[in-house]
């Protein structure tokens, strides 16, 4: 199975703030990376696909980039809406689609 | 607008039995691969189950091969989990999500609010 490897696992951050994640594959899976926000309670979303694509009705302050095995969620303003839990996911696998173990965004 | 209902879930003992359903609406359900993704309590995301369109190709994650069934009855609109043989480690919120492709490509562009399993004694 394919690895993906998130961090932080957490991070702080104030409204406003550029934040910056990054998720980690364990072997190269080209752009076939995805990116989810999952709020307390609520069903996960699907944010960016195939690395840089947002998905309709993102904002455009979401974005994605990175291939191989490097890949990073930027967050240009960061909203109180914004709060969340962030999981990458690899699809480059024909099955056993794995996911990091999240980072966290929270109110510093 | 795309929905997707959970439901099935409750508390069962080691051991037991489930089907968990999913009723879709707002779209053409049979144009998409469907998907079944669990989270155990305060853990992370696990793909489960993968149906396509067309049931040719039905797949599970390697810890619920033998015991897991998906299933779809596109008459209906409707997603199924047949679970048999349960574990306390399957105890998670088993969602319902779309996939973009009627192939199955991984990629999940809409999921339910998720259906509770309870595995215990």
């Known amino acids: 199975d394919i690895q993906m490897t998130q961090s932080p696992s957490s991070l702080s951050a104030s409204v406003g703030d550029r934040v910056t994640m990054t998720c980690r594959a364990s072997?190269?899976?080209?752009?076939?990376l995805n990116w989810y926000q999952q709020k307390p309670g609520k069903a996960p979303n699907l944010l960016i696909y195939?690395?840089?694509s947002l998905h309709s009705g993102v904002p455009s302050r979401f974005s994605g980039s990175g291939s191989g095995t490097d890949f990073t969620l930027t967050i240009s303003s960061l909203q109180p809406e914004d709060f969340a839990t962030y999981f990458c996911?690899?699809?480059?696998?024909?099955?056993?689609?794995?996911f990091g173990q999240g980072t966290k965004v929270e109110i510093k | 607008e795309v929905q997707l209902v959970e439901s099935g879930g409750a508390v069962v003992q080691p051991g037991g039995s489930l089907r968990l359903s999913c009723a879709a609406s707002?779209?053409?359900?049979?144009?998409?691969?469907m998907h079944w993704v669990r989270q155990a309590p305060g853990k992370g995301l696990e793909w489960v189950s993968l149906?396509?369109?067309?049931?040719?190709?039905?797949d599970h994650v390697d810890s619920v091969k033998g015991r897991f069934t998906i299933s779809r009855d596109n008459s209906k609109n409707s997603l199924y989990l047949q679970m048999n043989n349960l574990r306390t480690e399957d105890t998670a919120l088993y969602y319902c999500?779309?996939?973009?492709?009627?192939?199955?490509?991984?990629?999940?562009?809409?999921w339910g609010q998720g259906t509770l399993v309870t595995v215990s004694s």
């Open positions: 999500a779309r996939d973009v492709a009627s192939s199955g490509s991984g990629t999940f562009d809409y």
């Open positions: 707002g779209f053409t359900f049979d144009d998409y691969a």
């Open positions: 149906i396509t369109w067309d049931d040719d190709r039905l």
């Open positions: 072997q190269r899976i080209g752009d076939y």
């Open positions: 195939s690395a840089s």
């Open positions: 996911q690899q699809s480059f696998s024909n099955s056993e689609w794995t």
